[in-house]
């Protein structure tokens, strides 16, 4: 999702099409700050702790960053659009799908890709959304049109 509520909920982080993340105290929406990138930020996850937060954007690129907006680590440019971005419940791994129909799990440490998988049947079809069961171990996913849902093993798609 492009806004997302911090688990806190003493923040509120949003992403746009103008390139700009945007974050703002919460319930008083006072802006904390507001910066720019090169690529657009489509979607953003929340870390548990309410302390850092995961971007991804229309160029492949995963940022990890702080409630100051700084970068804390970056996966440099994958040549893709991550339209949603999820992390697991122990935190160890985020889970993206793609434009082109992959489900991508990364390291959430060093944003390195772990595994990559096509979802088959879908036709190219964007994949509407993924998450993670409550231990971690599957991921499940629906395409954007229609009504068929997957269940994938996490760590090997």
């Known amino acids: 999702s492009g806004l997302a509520l911090s688990p806190n909920g003493n923040h509120l982080i949003g992403v746009g099409v103008d390139n700009e993340i945007r974050l703002w105290k919460h319930p008083s929406l006072e802006e904390v700050f507001r910066r720019r990138l090169e690529t657009t930020p489509i979607a953003v996850v929340w870390k548990q702790s309410g302390g850092e937060f995961f971007v991804s954007t229309n160029q492949g690129v995963v940022l990890g ?28 791994t985020l889970a993206v799908t793609t434009a082109d129909s992959h489900i991508e799990t990364i390291d959430s440490t060093s944003l ?29 996913s629906h395409k954007a049109f229609g009504t068929e849902a997957e269940i994938w093993d996490a760590s090997t798609g």
């Open 112 to 140: 390195k890709t772990l595994k990559r998988w096509h979802v088959s049947g879908m036709n190219d079809q964007a994949i509407g959304t993924i998450c993670y069961s409550l231990d971690g171990r599957q991921l499940y």
């Open 65 to 92: 960053m702080d409630l100051h907006g700084d970068t804390v680590r970056s996966s440099g440019k994958r040549g893709y659009a991550m339209p949603n971005i999820i992390l697991s419940p122990d935190e160890r």
